[in-house]
């Protein structure tokens, strides 16, 4: 019997062993260190967005490095965040409904 059987009787996949997770999880760290690292050194070279003049507020914040990667974390943390206000505000259920609301 060359492949083992788990308890719902499907094969074994390469996923299912722990060390080839982790290896997968490292990939993806080493792939996103590569891919800061390049945002450092093209930041640092040319800038991303040549349409700005240079005596823009914004042309100097969109010059730092990992700008835009920092500006869409926080968007989409603050959304979240803004999400739940809408849902429960003050006690008061602004989007969401009763668990039995259609029964009524």
Same mark, same amino acid.
């Given at each position: ?30 792939? @996103?260190?590569?891919?800061?690292? &390049? ?8 800038? /991303?967005?040549?349409?700005?003049? =240079? $005596? ?19 968007? @989409?943390?603050?959304?979240?965040? &803004? ?8 006690? /008061?259920?602004?989007?969401?409904? =009763? $668990? ?5």
């Amino acid at each position: 019997m060359s492949e083992q059987k788990n308890s719902t009787d499907e094969p074994r996949r390469w996923l299912d062993e722990p060390s080839n997770v982790r290896k997968v999880i490292r990939i993806f760290y080493w792939f @996103c260190g590569i891919v800061i690292a &390049v945002d450092f050194i093209y930041s640092f070279v040319w800038h /991303k967005h040549a349409a700005f003049s =240079e $005596e823009s507020k914004l042309h100097t914040l969109e010059t730092l490095p990992a700008f835009y990667g920092v500006y869409g974390f926080l968007a @989409c943390v603050a959304l979240v965040y &803004v999400s739940k206000l809408m849902r429960d505000l003050n006690g /008061k259920k602004l989007l969401m409904r =009763e $668990e039995n609301y259609w029964d009524k």
